[in-house]
């Protein structure tokens, strides 16, 4: 039988890029004794001592999605004490509302979700912007209080990481802000508050620097 406290759950509710995030935390959790389960069962995110919140697609489905499955009360409760690590719809289904579709979220992060509002805009090169976002960009480690957040550990600020989204996250703090990255404008590209950690940007995408988040999230002792 294995050890509830070595088991991090990647939530299965229909909505997420289940396959390659689970690879990525099964390769970032080799020799750490981690054990990674994909579960689309509420009792065994409430026994996991991590969970990993994905999300892929449009925010209205995937918050119905997360109702119907009866997972989110499990969610909710693991966002009470246990680590958790959002991925992209995944961080947005943790602020208080999105623009798309009008949708009330999970309400763990103050804040809203908004569209990139861009029609029109060049780039430096002369290319128009397009939404949504897609492809690799520099995200700039926000500091707090002189540090940055200890997921970020190794990983080279301004680094390169992967998006795909037409909306993203705007906290009603600044102190949840983890990370910026520049569309068009700065904007949250990753968020923190206490045990709650969430990226806009695709880590299992993100070649060594996406593995070496997930390996920071593991270890990290909030």
């Given amino acids: ?88 719809v995944g961080m947005q289904m943790l602020l208080d509302h999105s623009a798309e579709g009008d949708t009330p979220g999970l309400g763990l992060v103050p804040g809203e979700v908004v569209k990139f509002d861009l029609q029109g805009r060049s780039q430096t090169d002369g290319s128009r912007y397009k939404v949504p976002q897609m492809g690799w960009n520099q995200v700039r480690q926000v500091r707090h209080a002189g540090a940055v957040h200890p997921v970020w550990a190794g990983v080279p600020d301004h680094s390169y990481f992967y998006f795909v989204h037409s909306f993203y996250a705007r906290p009603a703090q600044a102190a949840h802000c983890a990370g910026e990255a520049d569309y068009g404008g700065w904007f949250a590209a990753a968020i923190a508050r206490d045990n709650i950690f969430a990226t806009q940007f695709h880590p299992e995408k993100s070649a060594d620097q996406g593995l070496q988040l997930y390996r920071n999230f593991l270890h990290w002792m909030p």
Avoid: H
Avoid at 45 to 68: F, K, N, T, Y
């Fill in 1 to 88: 039988m294995m050890s509830a406290s070595k088991i991090v759950a990647v939530v299965d509710y229909g909505m997420g890029n289940l396959r390659s995030v689970s690879q990525a935390v099964q390769a970032a959790a080799q020799g750490s004794g981690w054990t990674v389960q994909v579960t689309s069962k509420p009792e065994d995110v409430r026994a996991a001592q991590r969970v990993v919140l994905p999300g892929q697609g449009a925010m209205p489905d995937c918050m119905r999605e997360l109702a119907q499955s009866g997972l989110r009360a499990s969610v909710l409760e693991a966002a009470v004490n246990k680590p958790l690590f959002g991925v992209c």
